[in-house]
């Protein structure tokens, strides 16, 4: 990591954080790198949901106090969230659940002996910016976007911006108190961004300018990470997976899968199979664009051979000469183009209809297997456990697997451009965002998305 005295960007941070007063510490110049002067702020309030501790109960809503902020920090108004599934562990204190079982144990136990505001980030509008931020200025509305993009690190100089260097500066040792609670408790953000509060306080690298005059809520849905995971499997550029007139098969219509669903619609997909045990969630497959929904309960161990009858159907079928291809075989051409995984683990049982594996490593494995050979699968969901797949079928079958942060979407590049999208009336964010609630009615909604009685919940503030 860069230093500047002697002291690392971490030490940079605190020494600045340590000074009280002002909202912009550590400010020697008069205004910022666009010119702009400072907003300065005293001991500003606001309300956060600040989780601590285990078990259920250990998030409530908290009056806090923002500390200074220095160097490339931004602050945000928040306007909307989404209530992201994979964060519900955390924010609920679920049994079993929380940070992948890769996360250090040590690291798992320090981080709930912090005080943290969970999210995913969210959407809205700057008040203020360290000396050092080029990239947004106050009053620009904002994506606080679950990856990062620094555009000077090894990834992002690579067109691999989703797996940002700065992935890896979001653990305990790297975090940096925000606010303080009224006991003078230091508070900190989930991976620099946090969302579940008035305010957002993350870097500049985290930060997307988006010029829209769309809802608070249609925006928080469109500038979701499960939505910009689901469009980034699909019609970013990254993976160039996407064909006009492909078959794409999407295994886990939830949030992020049925973006998944309508970002194939939108890149001009012919023939588009979604899979869900949820009998609604493959109803709104069907409304974003799906031309066939299958219930993985019903087919069992034959969704792989059923999704490949259907790729099938209508073409020339084994007619070489014709651009036909086999059915069958070791090197069989029937199956998806274009397969994205979307199912990950149960944190907690679902109160609807459940998948045939709990812990999503079989929907995973199927996924890899119903792809035609030359296809491509993305992977974008987390699972407890490992994966096995014939030798042969991953040596030479092939297809070629594309995994990554945000489904390979660049941020910068890429969500100003899914903003596009919500403004021409090409994505809809209603049939995703089931459930939209308040700040104070946070907790409640979360367990909907918990227990996966809605879709999706974006909370308003």
């Not at 596009?420 to 367990?447: C, H, W």
């Amino acid at each position: 990591m860069a230093r500047k005295n002697g002291l690392s960007r971490r030490g940079l941070l605190k020494k600045g954080a340590a000074v009280g007063g002002a909202l912009v510490a550590q400010a020697p110049l008069a205004v910022n790198a666009l010119g702009q002067a400072p907003a300065v702020v005293t001991a500003r309030r606001f309300r956060g949901w600040v989780a601590t501790g285990d078990g259920p109960g250990r998030t409530t809503l908290q009056d806090l106090v923002l500390k200074p902020i220095t160097g490339r920090q931004v602050v945000v108004r928040t306007e909307a969230t989404n209530l992201c599934y994979s964060n519900a562990g955390a924010v609920l204190g679920l049994a079993g659940s929380g940070p992948p079982p890769a996360t250090p144990v040590t690291q798992r136990r320090r981080m709930n002996d912090m005080a943290v505001i969970q999210g995913h980030g969210g959407v809205g509008v700057v008040e203020a910016v360290g000396p050092e931020v080029r990239r947004v200025r106050v009053g620009d509305r904002v994506c606080v976007s679950g990856t990062p993009q620094c555009g000077s690190c090894y990834q992002c100089l690579r067109g691999r911006a989703d797996v940002c260097q700065f992935l890896s500066r979001i653990g305990a040792d790297d975090l940096v108190a925000v606010a303080e609670m009224r006991d003078g408790t230091p508070v900190y953000e989930n991976s620099h961004i946090g969302g579940l509060a008035e305010l957002m306080v993350t870097f500049e690298e985290w930060v997307v300018p988006v010029f829209t005059k769309a809802t608070a809520a249609d925006l928080g849905m469109v500038c979701s990470c499960v939505a910009v995971a689901g469009l980034g499997a699909t019609v970013a550029p990254t993976w160039g997976a996407l064909q006009p007139g492909s078959t794409v098969a999407v295994v886990g219509c939830g949030p992020l899968g049925l973006s998944a669903v309508h970002g194939a619609r939108i890149g001009g997909a012919s023939r588009i199979i979604g899979i869900d045990p949820v009998r609604v969630r493959r109803e709104a497959a069907l409304t974003l664009g799906a031309t066939h929904v299958l219930d993985p309960n019903v087919e069992g161990t034959g969704v792989v051979e059923k999704v490949r009858a259907l790729s099938m159907e209508g073409g020339p079928g084994d007619r070489y000469w014709a651009g036909g291809r086999d059915s069958g075989g070791r090197r069989s051409g029937s199956g998806a183009d274009l397969v994205v995984e979307a199912v990950g683990v149960d944190q907690v049982k679902p109160k609807v209809e459940s998948g045939p594996d709990p812990t999503g490593v079989l929907p995973m494995q199927q996924a890899y297997q119903m792809c035609a050979t030359g296809g491509h699968v993305v992977t974008t969901s987390l699972v407890r456990g490992n994966i096995s797949l014939p030798g042969t079928l991953f040596s030479i079958g092939g297809i070629t697997h594309h995994g990554g942060q945000a489904g390979g979407a660049n941020p910068m590049r890429d969500i100003p451009r899914f903003v596009e999208l919500l403004d021409k009336g090409q994505f809809n964010a209603q049939v995703l965002a089931t459930r939209i609630v308040s700040l104070a009615d946070m907790l409640g909604a979360y367990e909907e998305v918990a227990y996966r009685t809605t879709i999706t919940a974006i909370m308003t503030v």
